[in-house]
């Protein structure tokens, strides 16, 4: 969760913050721990930390460095709960080369003017053999006061990202969140000229479960390898051509 999130009032136990955390540990599951089997666990280095919600979950799959832009988020995230945290940009990470196992960028390249300067740096502080794990909003079209108010520069889809990960190899791409993607979509077509505000909806305790397990029921489907044809979101799993040393 960033820090805009975290001031509006969402909360851990929103059934999108539930989902994604579910997601990330699938993905890591499937995706990374299989590489590192025998290994000792890898470096992480997670970009755009926000308050460090994501951090209960990263910390079960290796040793994780935090950054964000943000130096008010960073204060919210406890030393003990990370090996490292520092202020940085993307597009200038303070890391030598080939630094990192594992770089995550959950919700991260949107924001940035220059992505594919983001992508190269991440590119650049990744081992050979390492793997990028991402999630990006998709589908230029449903740019709305939602993304102006979260300064989004962009929402991207397949095509796009395929162009900006030409220095990696493709393991695993696939949209996210279908089950909402009909009723956000409408909505955010019909206001595209309305004020500038989040999407944040509080539901009831039990809409909110159903949801989470609905999205929960998607994290499964990628879990397989099933490759979802639409949705909210895009995921990814990218890795560096070489091998792990």
């Known amino acids: 969760m960033d820090y805009k999130d975290f001031l509006s009032g969402q909360t851990r136990n929103n059934f999108w913050s539930m989902a994604k955390r579910d997601l990330i540990d699938l993905i890591l599951s499937r995706f990374v721990k299989p590489a590192f089997e025998g290994r000792q666990p890898p470096s992480i280095l997670n ?94 079209v449903l740019f709305s006061g939602h993304d ?30 279908c089950v909402l993607f009909l009723p956000v979509a409408v909505r955010r077509v019909l206001s595209k000229s309305a004020p500038s505000r989040e999407d944040l909806v509080t539901f009831s305790r039990s809409t909110n479960i159903i949801l989470f397990h609905l999205l929960h029921l998607e994290n499964l489907f990628l879990e397989k390898r099933v490759q979802l044809p639409f949705g909210l979101s895009l995921v990814g799993i990218c890795k560096k051509f070489g091998f792990l040393g």
């Open 148 to 177: 102006r108010v979260l300064k989004h520069a962009r929402r991207y889809d397949r095509r796009m990202l395929l162009g900006r990960l030409d220095q990696f190899s493709i393991v695993f791409l696939s949209y996210w969140n």
């Open 47 to 140: 970009v755009g930390a926000g308050i460090g919600d994501d951090l209960c979950i990263l910390n079960g799959h290796g040793a994780v460095t935090v950054v964000d832009i943000d130096e008010k988020a960073l204060d919210i995230i406890p030393a003990s709960s990370c090996v490292e945290k520092r202020v940085a940009d993307i597009i200038n990470l303070p890391f030598t080369n080939e630094s990192f196992d594992v770089v995550t960028c959950f919700d991260v390249f949107e924001h940035v003017p220059d992505d594919v300067r983001a992508f190269h740096e991440v590119h650049r502080v990744l081992k050979p053999g390492g793997l990028l794990v991402f999630t990006v909003p998709a589908f230029q």
